[in-house]
């Protein structure tokens, strides 16, 4: 069964830092492209960063651009953000996500989430 | 930035009936459509991808139509567990972007 599953969320205070990671197994890892997507409380779903196989081709929103970082190891199988300067509007559930085919397409696995928290 | 639109914001119909929901671009997407599935508390899942190719698992009265900037999705005949909210998504322009979301609720 093909799953994901992310860590490392929590509260942390504005300006502060966490680092995601998404632990992927049940397929190979290092064919597929593979995003970050949040969902702030209550609001909708907003796409973030995307890297592509051999983490050649990166993308960022441009809320997150400058600040986020991300990177993916595929001799781990894992996918991670590191969030840098951390604003009260990047709280959100973040959810890692697989793409269908090796390019960004749509996102057919996803993980159950981390909750990150910014707040004093 | 491509925008998506989806109407209605809010659907409510009752098991057994038909429920049509609806995505437009703000400019062309060619099929490059995504519709997913997201119920309280749990992440989003796949139901329709490239418009109109049901993803894996999916039922059957779950169809996806549309090309260009206008997209449907039809729920041919509501199951209690279809009460939830839908999202379209588009790739074909970055930033990749998402609806606003249509909540489908039981009347």
């Known amino acids: 069964e093909m799953q994901l599953l992310e860590s490392g969320g929590g509260l942390v205070q504005p300006g502060g830092s966490l680092r995601l990671s998404c632990a992927a197994s049940?397929?190979?890892?290092?064919?597929?492209?593979m995003s970050w997507v949040r969902q702030a409380p209550g609001k909708g779903l907003e796409w973030v960063s995307v890297?592509?196989?051999?983490?050649?081709?990166?993308k960022y929103a441009d809320s997150v651009r400058g600040r986020f970082t991300i990177s993916r190891d595929n001799s781990k199988n894992t996918l991670y953000l590191q969030m840098n300067s951390l604003r009260a509007e990047d709280t959100a559930v973040y959810y890692c996500?697989?793409?269908?085919?090796?390019?960004?397409?749509?996102?057919?696995?996803w993980g159950q989430g981390t909750t990150v928290t910014v707040s004093s | 930035e491509i925008v998506l639109t989806q109407s209605p914001a809010t659907l409510s119909l009752s098991p057994g009936e038909r429920a049509t929901l609806s995505c437009r671009a703000s400019q062309s997407v060619p099929s490059y459509l995504a519709w997913y599935q997201q119920k309280p508390g749990q992440a989003p899942r796949l139901l329709i991808y490239d418009a109109s190719n049901r993803a894996t698992g999916i039922p059957a009265r779950f169809s996806g139509s549309g090309s260009g900037t206008d997209f449907t999705l039809i729920i041919s005949s509501l199951e209690p567990e279809d009460f939830a909210v839908y999202y379209c998504?588009?790739?074909?322009?970055?930033?990749?972007?998402f609806g606003q979301g249509t909540r489908l609720e039981i009347k």
């Open positions: 996500a697989k793409s269908r085919t090796t390019m960004t397409t749509a996102f057919d696995i």
């Open positions: 049940g397929f190979t890892f290092s064919s597929y492209a």
């Open positions: 890297i592509s196989t051999g983490s050649t081709d990166i």
């Open positions: 998504q588009q790739r074909t322009n970055w930033p990749i972007t």
